[in-house]
């Protein structure tokens, strides 16, 4: 990993717990709950394509990588009857900033980190990345608290798309990522559940993965099984560093202080560890070498 991909991946440390309030917390759930939406994955499923359109489940479960069919497709497009995508984007909108301004309530503090983030987001590269690109071209709120969550939003889903590209690469992505963690530092029952993965289709894929000599007959990850990781953990940084190769590295670590008040408060809402390796936030004030930046996608 270069100098600039360790720091854009201090960047993603940030930006990644302040959009994921969007998912855990109670206001985002209200929020959703407003418009008819109740059930955890419908917010979750239509909170997150809503920028598509009114899509169904399965590009989705193609786009996000990762999930079973079925639960996609218990969601969508069955939501658009209850809510449609306008809707849903304004319920996650508020949602999300109401939990940020309750989090950091300072509004300079605010308009500051929009500042910083907002003119990034809106310049990233979106070829192959349909996520960045679809919440890229939504309007920029006025309101700094949505602004700067969008942008995150952005980011978020740009450097998302991306690892999703690693993973195809290494023939790792979808179910076989989940199974592969599983083996390595995540526990089984649990990615199950928040993956909607039945018993018969994680042993299948457990299996190829053993016949494929990236797992060993325990279910255990092997060094392949550790190397494809890496090797897709490396791509994922390179192909992130493209929306901050016109800042300085002064000014990446500006941005990186910018958002560092809303990260660290938002980190409490996450276990650890968590379904989505939410990582532990880089303090870029205390350490703006980035020194404590993890490279190991297993460290938190």
């Not at 999703?164 to 989940?178: K, M, N, P, Q, Y």
Request: no cysteine.
């Amino acid at each position: 990993m270069t100098a600039r991909e360790h720091l854009v991946r201090g960047l993603w440390t940030l930006f990644e717990p302040i959009h994921a309030v969007t998912y855990f917390s109670e206001e985002a759930r209200a929020a959703f709950a407003g418009v008819g939406l109740t059930r955890y994955w419908d917010g979750y499923f239509a909170g997150r394509s809503a920028p598509l359109g009114a899509v169904t489940g399965a590009p989705v479960t193609a786009i996000f990588s990762g999930f079973a069919p079925a639960l996609v497709e218990r969601a969508l497009p069955a939501v658009w009857a209850v809510a449609s995508p306008a809707d849903v984007l304004e319920a996650r909108s508020a949602g999300a900033a109401s939990t940020l301004a309750h989090l950091v309530p300072e509004w300079d503090v605010a308009v500051r980190a929009a500042a910083a983030l907002a003119p990034i987001a809106a310049e990233v590269d979106t070829i192959g990345r349909p996520l960045a690109a679809a919440n890229r071209a939504l309007a920029l709120p006025e309101d700094p608290y949505r602004a700067l969550w969008q942008a995150t939003a952005t980011l978020r889903e740009h450097r998302g798309d991306g690892h999703v590209l690693a993973l195809v690469t290494e023939r790792i992505a979808g179910l076989s990522t989940i199974v592969l963690r599983a083996g390595l530092d995540l526990d089984t029952s649990s990615m199950k559940r928040a993956r909607g993965w039945s018993d018969e289709a994680w042993d299948d894929e457990q299996n190829d993965l053993v016949d494929r000599g990236l797992l060993d007959s325990d279910g255990l990850i092997t060094d392949a099984g550790r190397d494809a990781i890496a090797r897709a953990e490396e791509l994922t940084n390179r192909l992130a560093v493209a929306p901050w190769s016109g800042l300085s590295d002064a000014r990446l670590v500006a941005v990186a202080q910018a958002l560092e008040p809303f990260a660290a408060a938002a980190a409490p809402l996450y276990p650890q560890p968590n379904p989505i390796g939410m990582p532990t936030p880089w303090d870029a004030v205390a350490d703006p070498a980035g020194d404590t930046i993890h490279a190991d996608p297993t460290a938190r």
